[in-house]
């Protein structure tokens, strides 16, 4: 069965600093290219950033909302993908999710149950 | 920046009825488009993947179509498990971008 488990939310403040993980299990974590996407409260999905697979360097996107301050990486020997988010800010409050990347044709073919980060003073 | 804009953000229907989303993309994006569900405290599902090929799993009664820049999903005869918000979503270029979803709800 395929899983995507994260952690690591909780309160930060702002200008504060908070690392996620997200463990798989399931499949070939190496084979894929990983995804963060983020859900304020009641609002809508914004895509965090990619991680590309090792035959691609493990190379990253992110948005420019989260570009110089989040960064995604992996450990391919543990399953797992990180998300270290530093200078928060309160609009980065949000429920996060780690999700998987179909291998062809693209789409987020498999997501975790999401943790929240809220960020306040 | 891509922007998607899906209509309408709300609608209001019945067991059995047939469901139409729009998905406007700001610019052209051949098929690689994507349709999410997500139920109230739960993580989205895939349901549609290059604008038209169905997810393993999921009913037929979902379908997509459309290339270039309008897109739609469509429900057909809608179940009391498809009451949900609806997003779209382009993988075409960098930032990947959603619509700002489409809530299904029961008249």
């Known amino acids: 069965e395929v899983q995507l488990v994260e952690s690591g939310g909780g309160l930060a403040q702002p200008g504060g600093s908070l690392r996620l993980s997200c463990v798989v299990s399931?499949?070939?974590?190496?084979?894929?290219?990983m995804d963060w996407v983020r859900q304020a409260p009641g609002k809508g999905l914004e895509w965090v950033g990619r991680?590309?697979?090792?035959?691609?360097?493990?190379?990253?996107e992110y948005p420019a909302s989260v570009k110089g301050r989040f960064t995604i990486s992996r450990d391919d020997s543990k399953n797992s993908l990180y998300l270290q988010m530093n200078s928060l800010k309160t609009e980065d409050t949000a429920v996060y999710y780690c999700?998987?990347?179909?291998?062809?044709?693209?789409?987020?073919?498999?997501w975790g149950q999401g943790t929240m980060v809220t960020v306040s003073s | 920046d891509i922007q998607l804009t899906q209509s309408p953000s709300f609608l209001s229907a019945s067991v059995g009825d047939r469901v139409t989303i729009t998905c406007r993309a700001s610019q052209g994006i051949s098929t690689y488009l994507a349709w999410y569900q997500q139920k109230p405290g739960k993580a989205p599902k895939v349901l549609i993947y290059?604008?038209?090929t169905l997810q393993s799993g999921v009913p037929s009664r979902f379908s997509g179509s459309g290339s270039g820049t309008e897109f739609t999903l469509t429900i057909n005869s809608l179940q009391p498990e498809d009451f949900a918000t609806y997003f779209c979503q382009q993988l075409n270029s960098y930032p990947v971008t959603f619509g700002g979803g489409t809530k299904v709800e029961i008249k």
């Open positions: 999700a998987r990347d179909r291998v062809g044709a693209p789409a987020f073919d498999m």
């Open positions: 290059a604008a038209s």
């Open positions: 991680s590309r697979n090792k035959a691609n360097s493990y190379t990253t």
């Open positions: 399931g499949f070939t974590f190496s084979d894929h290219y």
